[in-house]
Nanobody
């Protein structure tokens, strides 16, 4: 079993920056793709950014050019650097990882979610 632990979010003014992290822990494993999603009230959960094991990245249209995803495999951690934040970035942010066990079985895990609020 693997657990994902997210850092705390927070309240930030528009134009500000915030960095989220998400660390995986548990039994011996390796991590394939990592990603961040968000869900605002009344909206569906949407992809913010993803990064493959080879560090190829993909970003949602709304955050492209402002957010940066990165990973540190030595720490089993994925980061999301959020710059030039806008009020419409307000949402609960979830990390997501595809984790492969020693047997090769791949399982999808979610973090607990963290609130990010951007004030105007």
């Amino acid at each position: 079993q693997v657990q994902l632990e997210q850092s705390r979010g927070g309240l930030v003014q528009a134009g500000g920056s915030l960095r989220l992290s998400c660390e995986a822990s548990g039994s011996a494993f390796s991590i394939d793709a990592m990603g961040w999603y968000r869900q605002a009230p009344g909206n569906q959960r949407e992809l913010v950014a993803s990064i493959t094991r080879d560090e190829a990245t993909n970003y949602g249209h709304a955050v492209q050019g402002r957010f940066t995803i990165s990973r540190d495999d030595a720490k089993n951690t994925v980061y999301l650097q959020m710059d030039s934040l806008k009020p419409e970035d307000t949402a609960v942010y979830y990390c997501n990882m595809w984790v492969a066990s020693i047997s090769g079985r791949s399982t999808n895990y979610w973090g607990q979610g963290t609130q990010v609020t951007v004030s105007s």
